[in-house]
C-alpha cells in the first residue's frame, strides 16, 4: 500500500513552474476549518500511519485525479498535531 501512495503522491506532483516545492516533499492542504492551510511535507511522513489514514480518507473523499496539492479532509490543526507527534 505505501507503495501505492507514494505513487499517487508523485503523480499528482505537477505543479505550476512559479511554485517551489523541494526535493524530497510534496503539498497538502487541510481543507477543513475556517481557512484551508498548505503545509510542505516530507516524503518521510508516508511511513506514518496517521498521515496515511489522512491520505486514505482524501482519497475516498476527492479521488487522486486531483492536480497539484493533495486536499487531506482535515482542520490544519489536526494535521499539525499528528506532523508535530511523528518527530517525536
Known amino acids: 500500500m505505501l507503495r501505492f501512495m507514494a505513487e499517487k503522491v508523485q503523480a499528482t506532483l505537477s505543479f505550476p513552474k512559479r511554485v517551489r516545492v523541494r526535493k524530497g516533499h510534496f503539498v497538502v492542504i487541510a ?5 484551508p492551510q498548505r503545509f510542505l511535507i516530507k516524503l518521510g511522513y508516508l511511513h506514518n500511519p496517521e498521515f496515511l489514514k489522512l491520505l486514505k480518507q ?3 473523499e476527492f479521488g ?13 490543526d ?3 498535531k499528528i506532523l508535530t507527534m511523528s518527530k517525536s
Open 58 to 60: 482524501a482519497e475516498e
Open 64 to 76: 487522486f485525479s486531483q492536480e497539484g496539492a493533495i486536499a487531506i479532509p482535515c482542520r490544519p
Open 31 to 35: 481543507t477543513q476549518g475556517r481557512e
Open 78 to 80: 489536526e494535521l499539525q
